[in-house]
C-alpha cells in the first residue's frame, strides 16, 4: 500500500472530513512498511476495508427544552470494526460532533481497543446536542429521544456504548433507563460507565485518567525519569482532568493548571483534594467554565482569560480535553518554558505539527490511543462484572487496569524501538493496534 495513494482515494471521496482523514494519515503512515512485508494483508485489501466503517446509522432526535419549544438535533452511531470482538465506544454529546468527528473516533478506538488486551472491537457515536446550560431534566429528555432511536442498534453482545465529552454516569443513567424500557432487556452490560449500585464498575469514572498516569510513569521510568516532584500542567476540568490530577498529586507530582473554553486556571503551589472534588461539581453545573475553581480557591488559583494550559511552566504536559487542543505553536512554547514530556490523553489532542515537533526536539511524547485506553479497558472489566453477575473490589480492578496499561506500555516498547534505541511511541501504539486487527480481519475471510 501507498499512504499517499489511499489518503487521495479518501480525501476526493470524503472532502471536508478533516478529522477523520487526519486520523486515518497517521495511523497509516506509521504502518505502512511494516504492512508492506505482508503480501497476504495486500492481497486481502486490508487496510482499504480497514479505513471505512463497518456502517453508520444517523438518526434525528427531537425532544421538548424546558420552555416547551421543540428542538431537533441529530444522532449517529459508528460500528467501525467488529474484528477482535463487539463494537465497542463511547457517545459525544458537543455541538461539533460531525460524521467526520466521530469517524475519527471510531478509527481509533479500533486500534486503542485492540491494545487493551481485551476482545473489543471499535465504535463511537453520540450528537450535536449541546449539553452547556442545559438544565437536569433537558439532559435527561434528551437522553431518552436519542435511546428512542439508538435502542435497535445496540446489545451486551453487539455494540456497547460508554461516555465521553458530555456523556457521563448521569447521561449513561438515563439511557440505560430508557433502554431498558424500550428493548424490555435487563442486561447490564448493554451500556459500561454505570452508576455502582446498578453494574457500573468501581474505577470505571478515574479509570482514563488513572491509566494515563500508570503508562507515563512506565514512559518515565524506561526514560530513566521519576514523576514525583514533576510539575504538571493539564487542560480541561471533565472527568479525564479530574481522574489524571487524582492520580498524579497521588504519585507526588505538582498539578500546576487545569483549564477550560474560557481560560486557563494557573495553581503555582499545585492542586489540592479539595480543588480536585470541586471539578465535578464544575462539571456537574454544566456551566462549562474554569474561571469557577479561581472563584471558589481565591487564595490557590488565578484565573487568566483566553489562555491555554499549554502557556504554563511545567515539566509534564498532559493534554485532556479535545482533539487538536495543542498546535505547533504550543509545542514550541512548552518547550521554550522546560517541558520535556506530553502525553496525549485526550483522543488526537495534539495537531500533526506539535507531534513532529515535540519528537525532533527531545520532548518524550506517546499519543492517546495508547495513554488514554484505560478508560476502555475498566469498561471492559466492567462488561466481564456484568457477565458474570459479580462485582469486584477497586482494589482488583486497579491491579488489572495497571496490569493492561503496563502491557501497552511493552507494546510500544517492541514496536516502537528504533534503530538507535530510542522509541517512537506513536509508531510503537499503531503499528501493534493494527497488526492485531489486520491479523483478525485476515483470519476471518473476505467478509
Ligand atoms: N470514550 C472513551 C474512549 O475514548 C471510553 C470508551 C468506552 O469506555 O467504551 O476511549
Request: hydrophobic share 35%; net charge neutral.
Amino acid at each position: 500500500m501507498k499512504t499517499n495513494e489511499i489518503m487521495a482515494r479518501l480525501q476526493a471521496k470524503y472532502p471536508g472530513e478533516s478529522e477523520y482523514l487526519q486520523a486515518v494519515r497517521e495511523v497509516l503512515e506509521s504502518v505502512e512498511d511494516t504492512y508492506n512485508q505482508h503480501p497476504e494483508f495486500e492481497q486481502a485489501k486490508i487496510v482499504e476495508r480497514m479505513v471505512e466503517p463497518d456502517r453508520m446509522f444517523t438518526f434525528r432526535v427531537t425532544w421538548v427544552d424546558d420552555n416547551g419549544v421543540v428542538r431537533t438535533n441529530t444522532g449517529y452511531r459508528v460500528q467501525f470494526n467488529s474484528a477482535i470482538g463487539p463494537y465497542k465506544g463511547g457517545l459525544r454529546f458537543h455541538r461539533a460532533v460531525t460524521p467526520s468527528m466521530l469517524k475519527f473516533l471510531g478509527f481509533e478506538q479500533t486500534f486503542k481497543n485492540a491494545l487493551t488486551t481485551l476482545p473489543m472491537g471499535g465504535a463511537k457515536g453520540g450528537s450535536d446536542f449541546d449539553p452547556v446550560g442545559k438544565s437536569n431534566e433537558e439532559i435527561m429528555r434528551f437522553c431518552q429521544a436519542f435511546m428512542y432511536e439508538l435502542w435497535q442498534c445496540i446489545g451486551p453482545d453487539q455494540d456497547i456504548p460508554a461516555g465521553d465529552v458530555g456523556v457521563g454516569s448521569r447521561e449513561i443513567g438515563y439511557l440505560y433507563g430508557m433502554y431498558k424500557k424500550l428493548a424490555r432487556q435487563y442486561n447490564t452490560g448493554v451500556l459500561t460507565g454505570k452508576g455502582s449500585t446498578w453494574g457500573g464498575s468501581i474505577l470505571r469514572p478515574e479509570a482514563t485518567g488513572y491509566g494515563a498516569l500508570y503508562f507515563t510513569q512506565n514512559l518515565l521510568h524506561k526514560a530513566g525519569k521519576d514523576i514525583k516532584g514533576c510539575r504538571v500542567a493539564i487542560s480541561g476540568f471533565g472527568n479525564v482532568a479530574w481522574g489524571a490530577s487524582k492520580k498524579a498529586v497521588e504519585l507526588g507530582a505538582v498539578v500546576v493548571a487545569i483549564s477550560g473554553p474560557d481560560g486557563v486556571c494557573e495553581i503555582p503551589d499545585g492542586i489540592t483534594p479539595e480543588m480536585i472534588d470541586y471539578m465535578l461539581e464544575m462539571r456537574a453545573s454544566n456551566r462549562n467554565r474554569v474561571e469557577d475553581m479561581a472563584i471558589r480557591f481565591p487564595d490557590r488559583a488565578f484565573f487568566t482569560p483566553g489562555k491555554k494550559a499549554w502557556s504554563v511552566k511545567c515539566d509534564i504536559a498532559l493534554p485532556c480535553a479535545f482533539q487538536n487542543e495543542l498546535s505547533e505553536e504550543d509545542a514550541m512554547q512548552l518547550k521554550q518554558n522546560g517541558c520535556w514530556c506530553c502525553c496525549e490523553v485526550s483522543n488526537m489532542g495534539c495537531q500533526p505539527g506539535a507531534i513532529h515537533y515535540f519528537q525532533h526536539n527531545g520532548v518524550l511524547f506517546a499519543p492517546g490511543k495508547a495513554v488514554n485506553a484505560g478508560g476502555v479497558a475498566t469498561s471492559g472489566l466492567e462488561m466481564t462484572q456484568n457477565a458474570s453477575h459479580i462485582s469486584w473490589s477497586g482494589r482488583e480492578v486497579d491491579e488489572k487496569l495497571h496490569y493492561i496499561m503496563d502491557s501497552i506500555h511493552k507494546a510500544c516498547v517492541k514496536y516502537g524501538t528504533q534503530a538507535d534505541g530510542s522509541i517512537d511511541y506513536v509508531k510503537g501504539a499503531n503499528i501493534a493496534g493494527f497488526m492485531k486487527v489486520a491479523q483478525a480481519m485476515l483470519e476471518q475471510g473476505i467478509v
